[in-house]
């Protein structure tokens, strides 16, 4: 009718939309994650965003700071053994 308006009905929630990780799952490609950790700090990031990076006997690592990066530079074989991508911590 004329004036009226339909107004939800307050449900179950519908499941969450997937994320592009979940999605490439679902259709068998494989999800290239540019996620890393700074060896330095533990910090978390994305390669793509990284302030900073340097190599090391032929490994990239990234880093939060410039700072983080002068701190690997200085005292590599403190660092370079922690995997990235798995939060270590100094």
């Not at 068998?28 to 330095?40: A, C, L, W």
């Amino acid at each position: 009718m004329e004036g009226e308006r339909l107004v939800p009905v307050l449900g179950p929630r519908p499941p969450p939309a997937l994320n592009r990780r979940s999605a490439c799952r679902q259709v068998g490609k494989p999800h290239v994650s540019d996620m890393t950790t700074d060896p330095v700090c533990g910090m978390s990031l994305e390669e793509s965003t990284a302030k900073t990076s340097t190599d090391y006997e032929g490994q990239r690592y990234y880093f939060c700071s410039d700072a983080c990066r002068e701190e690997f530079e200085a005292h590599p074989d403190e660092y370079a053994g922690r995997e990235q991508g798995v939060g270590a911590s100094p």
